[in-house]
């Protein structure tokens, strides 16, 4: 009995202590994004110890109103305004915070403003995006795009 149990201990320690390969994996957040609302495509990288996402392709690339490429014309700041959408960078520096989980900041191009965020891996397609201001927070799923 004891032998038995001493073996079962050994079994559940090796389990527990070597990392899956889903979960290695499915951690990585590296690759091009579509976001929830399917306007975006958002190019995550790692950068440093943290990850960075750059906006890669739109939905509607040209201004209706202008007919020419998008810009980020909500930015309050009137240098930045004429920056092409496209190569705008929505975060960058992002630390990790765990196993699949980053912390730092997102610039919102719908309204011109950075927030507080967090990025985790839902699961290896699915990657969460939260913006917050103060207490109240909204996040929204992005689906990974090809492999």
Known sequence: MARISAFIFAITAALLAAPSAHAQNGADP????L??????????????GGICGVIVGLKDPIDPNTGKPQVDDKNPNPALKKRPMIGLPLFSGMHATGPGKWTGQIYNADDGSTYASNVSMARPDTLRVEGC?????GGENWSRVGR
Request: hydrophobic residues 35%; contains cysteine.
């Open 30 to 33: 590296s690759g091009t994004w």
């Open 35 to 48: 976001t929830q609302a399917g306007d975006a495509r958002v190019r995550v990288s790692k950068c440093g």
């Open 133 to 137: 201001v103060g207490a109240l927070c």
